[in-house]
């Protein structure tokens, strides 16, 4: 395909003014961060368009009156954001192929200019009645890349050959065109290790926004969502907030990074790669439909919060590779009533089973020298617990309101009770404590409102 002439594009600041070329296919300039309203009015030349991978607006009424127009290439998330009867005259019988990435280096541009730039829905149900094309005269309308297609450096484009997808394809429900045509979108950001086919692939992956191997934003609407097996990151806030019940994550996976997927309240299950090392904070709090959470060894670190007030969790399996529980990772886990606990584990930071209040067992490894402020506050079903026997401290409200504890066992090792540590403890019927702690315990500070108890010391 010859390039269009740059003196048909008039641009100001990022914002395309007006074309006035008589080219049937065009492909406009990346720098064009914005299409501005008739910016192709009346053009009766225009079929085919090509808009920027960076586009995040476009004005009204900019191809109304193209006669011809048949086929429009547009960023998979704005063509969700728009009014397509506003900016085109007869959406219906155009065919929409997509970028999965954006280039995501700025948000979509929702600047107040005027009514000629009122082009976002608030309610996209008008968008959605012709997305994917409702395609008449589709054996001529759907087209594919040929292999004289070449990438330019220079536009961040490709130059695209076209011809005509065989009619066998042509003919078959839309619901599987999507699958036949995977490879209409010209090759562009992914990252130089994928293969054409799958380069192709990702900008056809309208339910993502992908920055390379970062999966920046879902954008999808259906309950399962597949990640592609070429993502490394899933970016912070990425599945946050939607309606996803379940997720598969690829091998080779390695972050997911922090509120990736806070408030998917009706996310069920989710499958972890063998190669993930990081869950940031707060990754999953408030998923309060996940069922089950079983880490994969390999793992690394997890973050403060990260399975926050998953309310429904009743299994939590962590791997041997992790070393260290941050802060408040499974806190208001009501649900939680089984936790295995490697050896690795070293330390138990602030919060980590807070309100889990019907959390019944648990077996803390040696090697833990320091129980911290809240880490069992208020689990008020806790009958069984093991203090482990390098345990040095158990700080400041630990064991708050464990209404179920019967009988404690504090190592010699232990040389500091925090205050208030097993306050509310009302079920404790024996304690024995090495004779150190004498003051500390007889002070009151410690189990004060526990009602009689027997306390044996060992000397």
Known sequence: MAQNNPADFRIEDGTLISYVGTDATVSIPSSVKRIGPDAFKDNKTLEKVATPY???????RAFHGCDKLKEVLIPGALFRRVNLR???SDPDKIYFRFYASNGLEA??????????????????????????GKVSGASTLLMEVTEESEYSEETEQ???SFRP????????????????????APKVLPPEELTIERKRELLNLTDFLIDETTLVKYIGEGERAEVPDFIKTIGANAFSNSTIKRVVLPEGLHTISSAAFAWCEQLEEIQ?????KMIDEVAFANCSSLKEIVLPEGLEFIGAGAFHACSSAEKAILPSTLTTLSRRVFDF??????????????AIQDGVF???ESLKSIHLPDGISRISNWAFADCTSLTDFNFPASLEEICDVAFLNCASLKRIDIPATVTKLGRQCFVGCKGLILISAPSALRSQIESGRVFRGIGDVEVDYND
């Open 86 to 88: 506003k900016i085109f």
């Open 272 to 276: 972890f790669p063998s190669t993930l």
């Open 165 to 184: 997808l065989p009619d066998d394809v042509a003919e078959q429900p839309l619901e599987t065109l999507r699958e036949k045509i995977d490879a209409c």
């Open 54 to 60: 960076k586009l995040v607006r476009i004005g009204n």
């Open 158 to 160: 490709e130059s695209v």
């Open 333 to 346: 886990c009501v649900s939680l009533k089984e936790v295995i606990i490697p050896d690795s584990i070293t």
């Open 354 to 356: 807070s309100h889990c």
């Open 107 to 132: 948000e979509f541009d929702d600047s107040d200019y005027g009514e000629d730039w009122d082009n976002l829905l608030a309610e996209n149900d008008e968008a959605q009645s012709v997305r994917v």
